[in-house]
């Protein structure tokens, strides 16, 4: 097992399978709503914008 491997197994088995405890008839959907209530963070979409560019931007997207 390689380092990215365990880390997953060892950090995210243990939420993973509480979450899917916790919402036993449809947990995607569920998880999907949880995710669609967090807002964006400011400066998201040109953060999202630099990362599909193939040029360096003139100013950094997290500033």
């Known amino acids: 097992m ?15 399978l509480d979450w ?5 008839q449809d947990p995607v959907a569920a998880l999907e709503e949880a995710i669609d209530a967090i807002e964006d963070p400011a400066g998201w979409q040109m953060m999202v ?10 100013t950094p997207p997290f500033t």
Do not use: G, M
């Open 49 to 58: 914008n630099a990362l599909d560019s193939t040029e360096p931007p003139e």
């Open 20 to 24: 899917l405890r916790k919402h036993p």
């Open 2 to 16: 390689n380092t990215a491997e365990y880390r997953v197994v060892h950090y995210l088995v243990e939420p993973i």
